[in-house]
């Protein structure tokens, strides 16, 4: 993790001696309606969605008019209805741009739990303990008035979230946010 913390910081730093016109940074919070989707014995279990939320910092390095890298550092709450999950999540999302305002935005997002209620499972399955990483997909589509700026976005978990158990996250984000420069 620490690594990791060392190159979100070479990033930044690296984006402060580009041009300042391409690079934007700021914050942005919102909702999160999160599940896990869930196997046993090959046949899907029946959760219910978690009602969390999301907030943390956004850079967007432009490298062109209409293309923008973007990382984010965002704290979600996560999981399923009885199950919380929290993550410190690190989305890289290639941005697309088009009509001055508008975007579409895809990348990985790496995931470290900082917080995680698995006990709760340990009655349904023996030794279940959360994986300390996670590894998802993310898709969306944005929209820029000035500083102000609203996106919407599906994650869709690639790794196991308990160790033995089949069970995927997946999240849909509502966010809004803020560049402060």
Do not use: C, W
Not at 47 to 57: E, F, L, P, Q, V
Not at 162 to 176: E, H, M, W, Y
Request: net charge negative.
């Amino acid at each position: 993790m620490k690594k990791l913390f060392l190159l979100a910081v070479a990033v930044i730093g690296f984006s402060f001696s580009s041009q300042a016109q391409n690079v934007k940074f700021g914050f942005k919070g919102g909702l999160n309606l999160a599940n896990i989707n869930l196997e046993n014995n090959g046949r899907d279990v029946d959760t219910d969605s978690r009602t969390g939320y999301h907030i943390g910092a956004v850079l967007q390095l432009g490298l062109a008019d209409t293309f923008a890298i973007q990382p984010e550092i965002l704290y979600s709450a996560q999981g399923i209805d009885d199950l919380d999950i929290d993550y410190i999540n690190i989305p890289v999302l290639a941005k697309l741009k088009f009509a001055k305002i508008f975007s579409v935005e895809a990348g990985p997002q790496f995931g470290f739990i900082i917080n995680d209620e698995v006990n709760k499972l340990r009655g349904i399955l023996a030794d279940a303990e959360a994986e300390n990483f996670d590894i998802s997909g993310a898709v969306g589509a944005g929209v820029e008035f000035g500083p102000v700026f609203g996106q919407i976005r599906y994650n869709f978990g690639l790794t196991d979230v308990v160790d033995g158990f089949d069970g995927k996250n997946t999240a849909f984000q509502l966010s809004v946010g803020y560049y402060i420069f």
